[in-house]
């Protein structure tokens, strides 16, 4: 690109989306979006039997609630407050066992201390290790008084 050097700060400055997304990310979700009958129907079913296999090992830890069940995202919360688990703890004690959950903190300063987000459009092995991990690292997050640092 040739262009004056304030341009070239101004242009670096301001993604083409709010994602950042590229654009050939962009046009092949515009693609898979003209076919999404062909697809669709089978994410919308693995990923409402992942968010059903979460609920009930939620259901079954006193103090863990899924404010919305069924989900209409790829993703559900996970409220732990009542628990008495931090979610930063709680992502720490995942992320020793390889998995990527999120601290609400991420999506919102003023709800984010007392919740977890769970992707549900990923596969079915992975929430199985996830549901069977729960109860444990719920009692390891219990365990950490101290402030956790995730990065």
């Known amino acids: 690109v040739v262009a004056d050097p304030d341009l070239i700060v101004r242009l670096a400055g301001s993604a083409p989306n709010n994602l950042g997304f590229s654009i050939l990310s962009q046009r092949a979700a515009l693609a898979g979006l003209k076919i999404k009958s062909e697809w669709f129907p089978g994410v919308l079913a693995q990923q409402r039997a992942n968010q059903k296999m979460i609920n ?15 989900s209409n995202g790829n993703f559900i919360i996970i409220e732990c407050e009542k628990a008495g688990v931090k979610p930063e703890a709680l992502v720490a004690a995942f992320q020793e066992r390889k998995i990527m959950i999120r601290q609400g903190a991420y999506h919102t300063p003023t709800f984010g201390d007392r919740f977890i987000k769970v992707s549900t459009s990923v596969p079915s092995l992975w929430v199985e290790e996830f549901v069977a991990l729960l109860p444990a690292m719920v009692e390891r997050a219990r365990g950490r008084n101290e402030p956790v640092k995730l990065f």
Request: net charge negative; aromatic share 6%.
């Open 56 to 70: 009930d090992a939620v259901t079954g830890i006193p103090g863990l609630e899924m404010p919305v069940y069924p």
